[in-house]
């Protein structure tokens, strides 16, 4: 099973918590796709000999692409790779671009599945998070968005200053109400060098603060659960049938080609990204060059990364499955270090399979850490 992912590095404006590669000029959006494609010819033998079973424009806001824009990307893909019969083809969307015409015309594209970050319905939130909709179109775009696509993902943050726990407990009732059947839901985190490190720095925005983020997950995690959802990544909840082909191709570490300024590839063995410069990108590509590092992995960089990617998940961490693949040190380093954790009633085994507890859940990211090996 392999992934391409094609990141669309334009915004309308910058939402103050992001760090993302994005521009706020679109003059270039037009030369980006033609590179886009080309990058995607340039490329076209780095995958498995397998069938494209994901497809994900990411950003950015891949919203801002129109038909024609966008199904000239997917002719270069279909004319360049082999496509699974059925893929899952995932557009992000911003809910101001989600006017019914432009739904319409999704509708009537390869794509098969929308991701629409609205990220709060109250407009205090949207505004210190500066995001571009306010919060009557996060509610339209997704009834329009039902109204035609079956498969929805809608985002949320937790955590943001000011809010309390009805108001969370209402962003997730909207949802429910709306017959949603996946949600990322992330905790608000300040950045390095973001308008909202910034502004709290300056004393114009509270800190953010992680006891209520807290309450915020437990808040979500428990009203999900009772509705259906499966917790089946530590951001991710979907009803059965709808959980993220493209995330959880991630976690199980398959091989993605990234495509587009930023964009990130992994094949199992190495990790490659490109430039993060638009101007640049467009330069090289068009010189048939490609604008990219690559980070060659090591047996313990791959051990690491199954551990931190598997724990957030519902997989859990394999005991057999690392022996297979990483060697029996490791297994033997993994029980070791995995003592005091499960002294904590962090950890839980069954069927040689670890997993993370409900108590140890929002500390998860702090517990690979601990189970990472150092050479």
Sequence with gaps: MSGIYIHIPFCKQAC????FHFSTSLKKKSELVS?????LILRKNELPDEPIQTIYFGGGTPSLLNLQELNAIFKTIYAEFNIAENPEITLEANPDDLAEEKINELANSKINRLSIGVQ???EEDLKLMNRAHNAEEALQSIKLARSKFD???VDLI???PGMNN????ENIQILLDLDIPHISSYALTVEPNTALQKFIEKGKVKPVDDAAAAQHFEILRTTLKNAGFEHYEFSNYGKPGYFSQNNTAYWLGKPYLGI???AHSYDGNSRKWNIGNNTLYIKAIEKSELPLEIEELSTTDCYNEYIMTRLRTH????LKEIETKFGEKYVKYLKEQSVVLFQKELLKIENNVMHITEKGTFLSDGIAADLFYID
Aim: hydrophobic share 30%; charged share 20%; with cysteine.
């Design 16 to 19: 103050h918590y992001c760090d």
């Design 35 to 39: 590179a886009l494609q080309k990058e």
């Design 120 to 122: 709060s319905f109250f």
């Design 151 to 153: 498969n929805i993902s």
């Design 158 to 160: 937790y955590g943001i």
């Design 166 to 169: 009805e108001r969370w407990q």
């Design 260 to 262: 587009g300024p930023s």
């Design 315 to 318: 997989f859990g961490v394999d």
